[in-house]
Every structure is written in C-alpha cells, then in structure tokens.
C-alpha cells in the first residue's frame, strides 16, 4: 500500500485521445461505470441505466450552480490583449479574478472588453489574485453576458464554440455563480429527472459556486498540506429535512458530483444536516471521514488532483485504482464531458 498522504499516489497514466473535447450528442448516452464499494465489482453501463440503480425513497442531491460566461478578453491602452477569469464576486460590480499573462499587468488600470464594458484591475496579491471593478455597475453584468467566453478547463484545446454555453451547464442549473460545470450533472437530462421523480426518487437541490478550490492543482507533496481555496455554499431547510430524513428512514443519500458531497459533508453537524449559507475550504482525502452520502455519481478526474483524492477517501484507494485501470482498457470518455461513474 503506498502513502495516501502522498502526491505521488494518486499519479496514474492517461492517453490523451481519452480526454473528452466534445460532450456526447445526447447527455445521457455516457457510458457508466458502477462500482459496488461492498463487493468491489465494476460493471460497465449507460447512463441512462441509472434510472435502475436508484430506488423510492433515495434522495439524489444535485448543485444547482450555473457556470457564468467568467473568461474575458481585455485589452490595455497600448493594445495589448488580456484575459480575465473571473472568480467570484465580492460586492456590487467588483469580483476576485485571475489575468492571464500576469506579466502584462504590472500596475493597476483599465481594461477594455467592449464599447460598453471596462473595467479598473488592480495589482496582484500574495496568491497572484486580482480585483476587478467594472463601471456600470447597474447593467455591467447584461454586457459580461454577451462578450463573455465560456471557461473551458485547459485539457479541452479548443476555443469554447456557442454549444458550450449549453452543454456546459446541467439542465438544472439556476444560480449564477461558477467558474466550472459540476460536470457529474451533465449526464442528466429534464426526461431522465422526470422519470425518477417519477419512480419515487427525491430530488434536492444544493448550491455551492465552483471556483479555484475545485480544478488549481495540488503542489505540496504531502497532501495533507494542501489548502482549499473557499468556495461559497448553501442548503436550503427543505434539503436538510429531506436527507435527515432519508438517513433516519434507512434510505440513501446519492450526492451527484464532488460539489455537492463537499456542501453536504461542510454543514453535517452532531449527526444531521444543517441547513444555512458560508464559506467553505472543506478538502476530502483518504482519512477524512464521510458522512452524509451513500453513494456518488461522479467523473473521471484528473491525475493527482483533489476530485481523485476525495472519490479515493469515499470509495477506498485499491477500489478506485482498480476502476480507472479498467475505465482506461475500456476507453471510457475522461473529464468534463467525458463518461461517468457511480459509486454505490
């Protein structure tokens, strides 16, 4: 057993022609891979099977974040382009953001995005993060939404295309406020929603806006190291009810996505899901005790990064490096809009 408190661990080999750069036509045509954590068997499905696998009474927690159009292209007086990652907001039209290349902007000043959009950015801090101020602070948000570009993870080498604004986005998404999909969402669609509620299936919503927490790499060698970057988050009172019940009746809890397993694990408290809204820099990883969730839809994540780290802590380190073995031999789809798995 190597050190799970080790980067190195969670390294693995991935040819690059299985890093999905286009989602499927239709969402729910994603292979699925289940994994049974009590038997350790794989099977190899379609999504659209999981409507067999989820029975009444199981509540199935999705983040309804909508991913905002954060990459924007600025330029300098002098001309010279920019780019700008918006990050989150941090009141009225100012908003933490990230610029590429920093090397560009050396001393704060404006940015120009559009006849009717510019913003005043400041100079970095210790992080390499930013401030943005945008004038017109009353309609600035209507002109980010037509010039602003989609933000692609960097493993997808194209310019993100007018499809990504809906592909890129779960059907049920309704609070702006993300900066990346919470990509095991995108596999459903309204009719497959419909036929689970159907089934006796609870479906219940969480927020929690994706930020830098979520895709900046791990660097310190020992995870355990490692600090979060805090990501706002929230659960309703419906929601809490809804799973402290599933939990005191026997049933389970599938949180779909990393997202939501972080927000319901950040308000678990004295063996029950709180409800509320705050800030969290929670970071999951073999030796973090779960709680909240029975089982996990999720995607295949990137080598070494914090989303493997946590399914490793869920679904047990030999368990998941024996999956993505498998899922690799059988070309399954890898990242945002690749396939998924299901972690029962």
């Known amino acids: 057993m190597p050190d799970l408190l080790d980067l190195e661990a969670y390294d693995y080999e991935l040819p690059r022609d299985l890093i999905a750069q286009y989602p499927l036509p239709e ?11 009590a038997t350790g068997s794989i099977s190899h499905l379609h999504f659209g099977d999981i409507v067999d696998l989820l029975h009444p009474g199981d509540v199935l927690v999705v983040n309804e974040s909508k991913v905002i159009p954060a990459r924007l292209y600025g330029t300098k007086a002098n001309g010279t382009r920019v780019e ?9 039209s100012t908003w933490k953001c990230l610029v590429h290349p920093g090397k560009r902007l050396k001393s704060p000043q404006w940015l120009d995005f559009s006849p009717r959009l510019r913003g005043w950015v400041s100079t970095a801090d210790a992080e390499g993060l930013r ?7 009353a309609n600035y948000w209507q002109e980010v939404e037509k010039v602003g570009h989609v933000p692609l993870p960097p493993y997808i080498q194209r310019p993100d295309e007018n499809s990504d604004r809906q592909t890129y986005q779960t059907v049920y998404a309704r609070e702006p406020g993300s900066v990346a999909a919470p990509t095991a969402g995108l596999h459903f669609t309204d009719e497959l929603l419909q036929t689970l509620k159907t089934k006796g299936v609870d479906i219940c919503k969480v927020v929690l806006h994706v930020g830098m927490g979520t895709f900046l790499p791990v660097k310190c060698q020992r995870i355990d190291q490692h600090k979060m970057h805090s990501e706002f988050c929230s659960i309703s009172e419906a929601t809490a ?3 402290n019940a599933a939990k005191s009746d026997g049933k389970r809890v599938i949180a779909v996505g990393s997202t939501s397993i972080r927000t319901l694990e950040t308000f678990w408290q004295d063996g029950r899901l709180q409800s509320g809204s705050r800030w969290t820099d929670i970071f999951i990883y073999p030796g973090i005790e779960l709680h909240a ?20 802590a869920f679904a047990g380190y030999d368990l998941i490096r024996r999956a993505y073995q498998e899922a690799v031999e059988q070309r399954y789809r890898f990242f945002s809009y690749g396939d998924a798995m299901l972690i029962t």
């Open 131 to 137: 401030e943005i101020e945008f004038e017109n602070a």
């Open 27 to 37: 969402r729910s045509s994603s292979r699925l891979l289940q994994l049974d954590r």
């Open 241 to 243: 009810e809804a799973v």
């Open 293 to 312: 969730a029975d089982a996990l839809v999720t995607n295949f994540h990137l080598p070494k990064s914090s989303l493997l780290m946590m399914i490793s």
């Open 84 to 92: 700008i990652l918006l990050l989150n907001r941090l009141e009225g």
